[in-house]
């Protein structure tokens, strides 16, 4: 080589026209990976992106030796992962933190799980009990350092998992989609950990589906199909609108906006990444320009679809509005809300030392056909309250009345609730038990005695709903994605045509696509079904786009309910919870603070744009006056 | 529904900090067995109160409230009443001895009432002492004692150290699949599965009714120890391969008294003929 290697520039891990194809019984093999070359630099921050099934996983695992390449070549530090005498100082040199939290620590207690990997390389005593310090204080878990995991929540584990790869002083450290299954919380934390851990030298791999997340690294190699689709810096592959639709991925609001400004005329420079970045870009674009773009006359001034939408949400949160308005106005036509919880109190682990307020005199009425986001951090007391709701749990103090059945009464039928609610739990696709898609469909159908016919019609109903086709319906379940069987579980919910729909986080550990195209057929159900929606998630973004009105819990109580313009507009309130702003709302904040003067009831992207557009007009229009 | 985690006491440890909690786990351990086979071995009245008084003493040393050590007791309660009064009523009369009541095979007589007077006892005691230790006895602790308590026989190939490993891993996973199973109930009970609502007596159904728990149950199970493999492989983990060890398990002084004592408790009270 020619240049002097630089500390900066030495590669760490190599990978050289690698292929991996696992064994396809009664098939030809499946190929996951087809010839990947890459180079993992010392101190280097990638990130690993592209739709679920793309290959990342696969990847990541051929990094320290995990999985050995059918054909081609992966190195680490020189050594070769082919060779298995090899393998044991690779697995030090590349330390690796998984997706699930739960599966991935060994030990009943925090610090003997951080030593263990220790232990596994014969590290003498007292130099463990210095690195298991070092790294529990590291990730902030020194005062756990006792606890029992199960005591843990799953941002609090994944920092552990950490800590026990931090201990073994790796050069790199693999995250596989290590914040997909942590709430917002949970996962700034594990991204602040991140952070350090680049500055203080770690190479850093990123496996994600969270743009924001990848947008922090120094390079992103974007996977599809099991090849390399592109690999540069974070500007270049969000600004390549080609890249991005193919792999699926979703550009930052800030990148989205200004593209979408450029097309319609302005000339917005340097494809900003950061609402920073844009406040600059649109400085010097009103610069720039002498006059705003001419409107071209097919493009119209807002999209229909917009318009109906807005004009929908206002009508419903009108009615909303009648709802709320507890001064004995009209509620529904018979007078009664479909859902009615009043002073509702529970207990966790009553009458045990480990006794824990879940719920304080929560009271709130749900009209029926709202479309209702329930968000909070976990332990706020959201899943204790939707469980209220199909009476899994009954009340201890207070009542819940779902369309005329009062749980709090023993002699109420709880399975004909049951059938009125329809409740899928987080991840419900590891309740699937049946071989075949269709019998797991069709389940609740069955328990509650239709004839084969009913059932039939039921689960082509439920299964076109979710938008797989009827014909799925003898496909084995083990062969499908995660999307796909989030969907099947979600199909055996609907399948019994309920009033009510509660959903807890129907759309965590997706990639973007998928969570899009579950949400917008969730939002075609209730309006073409009437359905109500319960929708509990911690990602604000969703309930900005399609919730008509949103409870915000904090520890046990409902402590802010308005529709979602109004819980925008009040940050202040919002982060005294704890919250942050959806990225459209937060987008339009940082540039009114900037002195642009956009629409601030503005919810989500595809307005944001066109509010942005219209900010930019005025503002000529009005220096154009003045001048 | 029910809290199906709340019944799990395994692994609850209450941290006091005592002396009993400082202890040597492989000592504490020893210590343990000796203790229990002074409570199990005697039938005398006086001997089972004086060991009853001693594991009131041990708790009282590890600084573990009473209320405590008895909860996992409360469940256990009506067999237990259920038990006495069998064994009272049944126990055969010793010749020449004055019987109080009869009828046909039951009888009430004193050597009966001695009988279950020291059982009762006993069962106290056994319940205090087993909850001394494992209150005062992280999992890890527990598991690591035994490890190097049979490390001397690893070298008849008894795999020590593996079965340490499986034990500590079972632990780990016990509440873990409870919190599964709790959900899996509740998340097929939302479809409509009758689960606890089927008269027992329909065997069929209840039986048919477990299997949307057993089958993902399973599954996930599985699921995760693959997952639990990969990462423990990725941690360097490679079976057989000489590892070092977590654990600072320095025996002290205290610690042999302790067990000195235990045993010279353990000796007199088997050996002294107590009159009852």
């Given amino acids: 080589m020619n240049h002097v290697q630089t500390e900066n520039n030495r590669v760490v891990i190599e990978l050289v026209d690698a292929c991996v194809a696992y064994d396809n019984p009664g098939g030809p093999p499946k190929e996951a990976l087809r010839g990947v070359t890459l180079e993992i630099r010392e101190g280097e921050f990638v990130a690993l992106v592209g739709p679920n099934g793309s290959g990342k996983s696969t990847l990541s695992k051929l990094l320290n030796g995990l999985l050995i390449p059918t054909e081609g070549t992966v190195r680490v530090r020189g050594l070769d992962t082919q060779n298995a005498r090899n393998l044991h100082e690779i697995r030090r040199i590349v330390g690796m933190v998984f997706q ?29 009990v210095k690195r298991v310090e070092e790294a529990l204080v590291a990730v902030g878990m020194w005062e756990h350092r006792r ?122 420079p340097d494809s900003p990444l950061t609402s920073d970045e844009l406040v600059t870009a649109l400085r010097r674009t009103i610069f720039a320009s002498a006059s705003p773009p001419r409107r071209p006359n097919d493009t119209p001034v807002s999209f229909p679809s917009f318009e109906a939408k807005a004009a929908s949400r206002k009508h419903r949160a009108s009615a909303f509005r009648d709802a709320s308005d507890d001064a004995g106005g009209p509620l529904d036509h018979l007078g009664v809300p479909l859902i009615r919880i009043q002073h509702l109190t529970h207990t966790y682990m009553r009458g045990t030392p480990m006794e824990r307020k879940s719920l304080r005199d929560v009271s709130v009425d749900i009209p029926a056909g709202q479309f209702v986001a329930i968000v909070g951090h976990t332990g706020s007391g959201k899943s204790t309250l939707i469980q209220h709701l199909n009476g899994l749990i009954r009340p201890q103090e207070g009542s819940v009345v779902v369309d005329g059945l009062d749980t709090s009464l023993q002699k109420t039928d709880l399975r004909a609730l049951r059938r009125i609610v ?57 062969n499908l994605s995660g999307g796909e069987r989030r969907k099947v579980a979600l199909a055996g919910v609907l399948a019994m045509k309920p009033k009510v729909l509660i959903l807890d986080e129907p759309t965590s550990g997706l990639d973007p696509q998928s969570r899009s195209e579950i949400a917008k057929r969730l939002v075609r159900l209730q309006n073409n079904e009437s359905l109500t929606v319960i929708w509990v998630t911690h990602q604000l973004e969703e309930a900005a786009q399609f919730a008509d009105r949103i409870l915000v819990m904090d520890s046990g109580e409902i402590v802010l309910d308005s529709s979602p313009a109004q819980l925008f507009a009040d940050v202040a309130r919002l982060s005294s919870v704890g ?5 459209a709302p937060n987008l339009v904040q940082h540039l009114n603070g900037a002195g642009f003067d956009v629409d601030p009831s503005i919810l989500t992207r595809d307005q944001a744009w066109l509010a942005v557009d219209d900010a930019l007009r005025r503002r000529m229009g009005e220096s154009k006056w003045k001048s | 529904m029910e809290e199906l985690s709340r019944r799990i006491t395994i692994g609850q440890y209450l941290p006091t900090g005592s002396t009993i909690h400082r202890m040597d786990p492989r000592f504490k351990l020893v210590a343990f067995v000796i203790f229990i086979v002074a409570a199990s071995s005697s039938y005398s009245v006086i001997a089972n109160l004086i060991v009853f008084i001693a594991a009131i003493a041990a708790l009282a040393l590890a600084k573990i409230p009473l ?8 469940p256990a309660i009506p067999i237990v009443v259920i038990m006495m009064v069998f064994q009272l009523l049944f126990h055969q009369a010793q010749k020449g001895e004055v019987v109080w009541w009869q009828w046909g095979i039951l009888n009430l007589s004193p050597s009966g009432v001695h009988l279950v007077a020291a059982s009762v006892i006993k069962f106290f005691s056994i319940v205090l002492i087993v909850s001394t230790f494992t209150l005062s006895t992280a ?138």
């Fill in chain 1, 100 to 128: 699930d939290p739960e599966n991935q620590m060994v030990s009943t207690i925090v610090e003997d799980d951080v030593a263990f990997g220790l232990e596994n390389y014969g590290v003498p005593y007292d130099e463990m």
């Fill in chain 1, 147 to 268: 606890r029992p995991p199960h005591q843990l929540s799953g941002g609090q584990k994944q920092r552990v998992a950490i800590a026990s790869v931090v201990a073994m002083r790796p050069h790199c450290i693999v995250f596989d989609e290590a914040t997909s299954m942590l709430d917002v919380e949970g996962r700034e934390s594990v991204m602040e950990i991140v952070r350090t851990l680049h500055k203080s030298g770690h190479s850093i791999v990123m496996v994600t589906h969270h743009m924001e997340e990848a947008l922090e690294a120094d390079r992103i190699v974007v996977m599809k199909d099991g090849r390399v689709l592109k690999n540069a810096s974070p500007r270049d592959v969000f600004c390549d609108e080609v890249c991005i639709r193919d792999a699926m991925l979703e550009a930052p609001i800030a990148t989205d906006v200004a593209a979408r400004l450029v097309k319609v005329g302005w000339p917005v």
């Fill in chain 1, 422 to 478: 329809g409740l899928a739990f987080q991840s419900p696709e590891d309740q699937l038990f049946e071989p075949l898609i269709g019998d797991d469909v069709a389940f609740g159908p069955f328990q509650y005695g239709m004839t084969i016919l009913e059932a039939r019609e039921r689960v082509k109903f439920a299964m076109e709903a979710v938008g797989l086709g009827f014909d799925w319906r003898d496909r084995s379940i083990y």
């Fill in chain 1, 579 to 583: 919250l942050r702003l959806p990225e």
């Fill in chain 2, 67 to 74: 209320r405590f050590a008895l909860n996992g007791l409360v």
């Fill in chain 2, 139 to 276: 999992l890890t602790e527990i598991t690591r004692g035994l490890e190097q308590l049979l490390r001397p026989l690893s070298k008849m190939r008894f795999p020590a150290h593996e079965v340490a490993l499986i034990v500590t891993i079972m632990l780990r996973f016990v509440p873990t699949l409870a919190e599964e199973a709790e959900r899996l109930m509740k998340a097929q009970a939302s479809r409509g599965a009758a689960i606890g609502t089927v008269p027992r007596w329909q065997v069929v159904r209840r039986v048919r009714g477990i299997l949307p728990l057993i089958v993902p149950l399973f599954v996930n199970a599985l699921r995760r120890g693959e997952q639990l493999a990969l990462a423990m492989e990725a941690r360097g983990y490679v079976p057989g391969l000489t590892r070092s060890s977590y654990s600072s398990m320095r025996k002290s002084a205290r610690d042999v008294v302790y067990v000195l004592v235990c045993l010279a408790f353990c000796i007199g009270v088997l050996a002294i003929p107590f009159p009852i």
